[in-house]
Nanobody
């Protein structure tokens, strides 16, 4: 079955960096676009970044442009989110997501807290 497992979250000071990873299994990873979403307390889950199958096309939410970078390694079935210049408003649970022919799948999420 499809599984997405995120890792790399934690507590970081404002201005710091983190790299999130999402390792996939159970489907043809290299044939599917991947997405990172986040959900802050009391708010809706929103898309942060998307990446095409080869990594040649990426899109970002305006709030993270220039600070976050999405990438993928199709040999490792893993998608990454490099987060730099983190702000307190980036605090959220971060999820990876994919859409396959038979459904939409989410990881369990990883908590990112930006605080001094």
């Amino acid at each position: 079955q499809v599984q997405l497992v995120e890792s790399g979250g934690g507590l970081v000071q404002p201005g710091g960096s983190l790299r999130l990873s999402c390792t996939a299994s159970g489907f043809a990873f290299s044939s599917h676009a991947m997405n990172w979403y986040r959900q802050a307390p009391g708010k809706e889950r929103v898309v942060v970044a998307t990446i095409s199958t080869t990594g040649g096309r990426t899109n970002y939410a305006d709030s993270v442009k220039g600070r976050f970078t999405i990438s993928r390694d199709n040999q490792k079935n893993t998608v990454y989110l490099q987060m730099n210049s983190l702000k307190p408003e980036d605090t959220a649970v971060y999820y990876c997501k994919t859409n396959v022919a038979y459904g939409t799948y989410w990881g369990q999420g990883t908590q990112v807290t930006v605080s001094s």
